[in-house]
């Protein structure tokens, strides 16, 4: 990528695909956003670029780059895969970019105490937002890379469900739980089903996540 590429794609602004983060005195920050892009649709990260679109770039890339590369590496589990390339500024400043794909290993996490595996906690793309998975969206990441035929059964759960979708288009967790008169378990687990089956889309958020009807393509 050279100057004029950069320049061309900070103008975009951030969004689901995109996020600039000026410095690299907060890496966690930076590998929660490598960490969702990984989870979702992929992505590219631009160190040395601020909110406002402006360029400055980094002075000293070389220890930056490390710093990232170590984190990384250190914390994101299982391993993601991705590239860093620079481009060079006017002034020997230089700008980091970071593209991540799509993971075909998803769900990743961030480990932040490596002996204690069980403290880890995945982030998904939300608009230009990397927000928490929940337990839903972790389990959903999980079935879709198991690639096998979801079955489930059309009871009075179920039926209570799409009746309610059917008049408020949108559900949650809790909702239905308390709607179908079932365990937070239960529920948690229909919904995950029914996604997975394409019959609902999830919305994760950083507050609650919602389902609704998956449109009809």
Same mark, same amino acid.
């Given at each position: 990528?050279?100057?004029?590429?950069?320049?061309?794609?900070?103008?975009?602004?951030?969004?689901?695909?995109?996020?600039?983060?000026?410095?690299?005195?907060?890496?966690? =920050? %930076? %590998?929660?956003?490598?960490?969702?892009?990984?989870?979702?649709?992929?992505? %590219?990260?631009l160190i040395g670029v601020g909110d406002d679109k402006k360029i400055p770039g980094l002075k000293y890339a070389d220890e930056d780059e490390y710093l990232l590369v170590r984190a990384i590496n250190k914390f994101c589990f299982p391993r993601i895969s991705y590239t860093i390339e620079r481009v060079?500024?006017?002034?020997?400043?230089?700008?980091?970019?970071?593209?991540?794909?799509?993971?075909?290993?998803?769900?990743?996490?961030?480990?932040?105490?490596?002996?204690?595996?069980?403290? =880890?906690?995945?982030?998904?793309?939300?608009?230009?937002?990397?927000?928490?998975?929940?337990?839903?969206?972790?389990? !959903?990441? =999980?079935?879709?890379?198991?690639?096998?035929?979801?079955?489930?059964?059309?009871?009075? =759960?179920?039926?209570?469900?799409?009746?309610?979708?059917?008049?408020?288009?949108?559900?949650?967790?809790?909702?239905?739980?308390?709607?179908?008169?079932?365990?937070?378990? !239960?529920?948690?687990?229909?919904?995950?089903?029914?996604?997975?089956?394409?019959?609902?889309? !999830?919305?994760?958020?950083?507050?609650?996540?919602?389902?609704?009807?998956?449109?009809?393509?």
């Amino acid at each position: 990528m050279d100057y004029q590429a950069l320049k061309n794609l900070v103008r975009r602004g951030e969004g689901s695909n995109l996020e600039f983060k000026l410095k690299t005195n907060h890496p966690e =920050k %930076i %590998i929660r956003g490598v960490v969702a892009f990984a989870n979702t649709n992929g992505g %590219i990260m631009l160190i040395g670029v601020g909110d406002d679109k402006k360029i400055p770039g980094l002075k000293y890339a070389d220890e930056d780059e490390y710093l990232l590369v170590r984190a990384i590496n250190k914390f994101c589990f299982p391993r993601i895969s991705y590239t860093i390339e620079r481009v060079q500024l006017y002034d020997e400043r230089e700008v980091l970019v970071i593209r991540v794909p799509r993971s075909p290993t998803r769900p990743h996490y961030i480990v932040p105490d490596p002996a204690d595996p069980d403290n =880890k906690k995945a982030y998904v793309r939300v608009g230009d937002k990397s927000v928490q998975a929940s337990r839903e969206v972790r389990e !959903i990441l =999980k079935g879709e890379q198991a690639e096998r035929q979801i079955r489930f059964s059309y009871g009075d =759960k179920e039926r209570m469900l799409m009746q309610h979708l059917g008049e408020h288009n949108s559900i949650t967790v809790d909702l239905f739980a308390s709607i179908a008169g079932i365990s937070r378990r !239960i529920a948690s687990r229909t919904l995950v089903l029914l996604v997975l089956a394409n019959v609902l889309e !999830i919305h994760p958020s950083d507050v609650m996540d919602k389902y609704t009807p998956r449109a009809i393509q």
